[in-house]
Structure formats: C-alpha cells, structure tokens
C-alpha cells in the first residue's frame, strides 16, 4: 500500500520532517517468509518516461524529496521492495508499487492589468489574475497598507486559472494612494501587483 502525501522537509531524506516544499510517501510492505526488507524510491513526471531515484536502499517506509526544485506538474512515486538483505546475492526478489499522483505547483498566480479608476460611489478596481497550474483562490486588495478586503470574480466563483475582476470599492481621500492586490492558488502561493491612483 503506497500513499503520496505532503511533508515539511528540505532534503530526500527517510526521517520525518517538516520543511515547505517537500513532499512525502510512505508504504506498507511484508514478507511471506518475514525477510527482512529495503527499498528503492523513484519519481517521475506524467509525461517523462525515466524513473529518477530519490533513495536506495532504505530501511524504512518513509522518504521525501525537495518539490521546490521541480517543475509544476503531475508526478507520481515508484517504490521497488526487495528482499536482499535475508537471501545470498542473486536470489532477491523484488515487487513494486506506484503512489497516486500528486501535483506540485510553485509557481505563484500573477495579478495583472490592474486599473482604478474614479467613479460616482468610489474607484472602479479592475483586474485579471492568471495561474499557469491551479485554479485560483482568494483574492484580496488594501489599501495604503490597510487592512486586506476580499473580492470576488465576476462570475463569483473562483473556479479556473484565469479570473477577471470588476469591483467597486471605497474611494480614498484626495492626494496619491497605493492599491495592492494579492491572490493565491489553490497551492498556496501568493502574487500581488500594485496600481497608484491619484485624487484630486
């Protein structure tokens, strides 16, 4: 049994952890004849066709791997077990197992074509917010550093990688004044970008 999870841990490493970016799997395994087991771990994308090998002959059910380092994608864990450490060279015998996939994303969402501009009520805030892997999360602008406010798509929902916003907010005093907007994916990055409107 092979389960793909997420981890907090820097390094390929059999030990538990915690660290951003790793990304984890651990397994079951038993041996008919109670032999004793070690293993081989390997990962690779959907649309690669090599295995790389992330540890070698491990002893435990546990490794990790620094997802920072790979580019978004879909991936999946191979885990080959063998018996070698109970039988002479050349009688091992050896099974293996695949995890689910799993996706890595690192890349933030990027906020863009921000505009604001005066209207009667306040300032029409305008802007797209593109994610090149997931779907788009939340989505927040302050104002002059103030406290965060959330907007919505102008379809209300936040259900694809690119989403366009048209919202009226408050309108500042007069004088220059900085708009920030971030947003996140549904990884867990952040973008922001910045648009300054001036008052009269």
């Known amino acids: 049994d092979v389960s793909g999870t997420t981890r907090r841990r820097g390094q390929p490493q059999a030990r538990r ?18 032999d004793d087991l070690e293993y081989d771990v390997y990962y690779r994308a959907v649309d690669e066709t090599v295995w790389k090998r992330i540890r070698t002959a491990i002893d435990e059910n546990f490794a990790t791997l620094d997802s920072t380092a790979m580019p978004d994608g879909t991936y ?8 070698a450490p109970s039988n002479a060279r050349g009688e091992a015998l050896t099974t293996e197992a695949l995890s689910p996939l799993f996706d890595v994303d690192n890349t933030p969402p990027r906020v863009e074509e921000i505009r604001a501009k005066p209207e009667a009520g306040g300032l029409r805030l305008t802007l797209t917010v593109r994610d090149t892997f997931s779907i788009i999360g939340e989505t927040d602008y302050a104002v002059d550093a103030g406290d965060w406010t959330p907007i919505a798509p ?5 259900d ?10 408050p309108a500042p005093g007069r004088g220059e004044h900085s708009i920030v907007v971030r947003s996140s994916d549904a990884a867990g990055n952040v973008g922001a970008g910045k648009v300054i409107v001036h008052l009269p």
């Open 17 to 34: 952890g915690f660290e951003p970016g790793a990304r984890s799997v651990t397994w079951e395994a038993a041996d008919p004849n109670d």
């Open 76 to 83: 999946l864990f191979r885990i080959v077990a063998s018996d």
């Open 154 to 158: 102008t379809d209300r929902i936040n």
């Open 160 to 169: 694809a990688r690119v989403e366009r916003y048209d919202v009226l907010i």
